[in-house]
């Protein structure tokens, strides 16, 4: 008799926009999170604890996180607009490359 394959946790199926997929993909590409699950795991656990939090009774922790939060979202924006920054000047170098190599011949 083979033992059938018990999960440990609860499947849950959805869907989301592509843009938030593709972000989600980044940053598990950058190594922020492990895979899907890792994400919505953290992303969930997060905002259960917001709902669980009182409104207007902030602690250091609570504005720590938030903080956190922010920091690494301006962090993910400033790497991906470097990136893109990056891109767009190879890009350049290409093309004057390239016309480098029009007019000599």
Same mark, same amino acid.
């Given at each position: 008799m083979t033992k059938e394959y018990i999960r440990k946790k609860p499947v849950i199926s959805g869907t989301i926009s592509p843009t938030h997929k593709r972000k989600i993909d980044e940053? @598990?590409?950058?190594?922020?999170?492990?895979?899907v699950s890792d994400f919505l795991n953290q992303?969930?656990?997060?905002y259960l604890k917001n709902l669980e939090?009182?409104?207007?009774?902030f602690s250091l922790n609570t504005n720590r996180g938030m @903080?956190?939060?922010i920091v690494r979202e301006q962090i993910t924006l400033y790497y991906a607009e470097m990136k893109e920054k990056e891109l767009k000047e190879n890009e350049m170098k290409e093309r004057q490359?390239?016309?480098k190599s029009i007019r000599f011949k």
């Open positions: 940053l @598990i590409k950058d190594g922020e999170f492990a895979s992303a969930v656990s997060d939090r009182p409104q207007g009774n @903080i956190e939060e490359n390239k016309m």
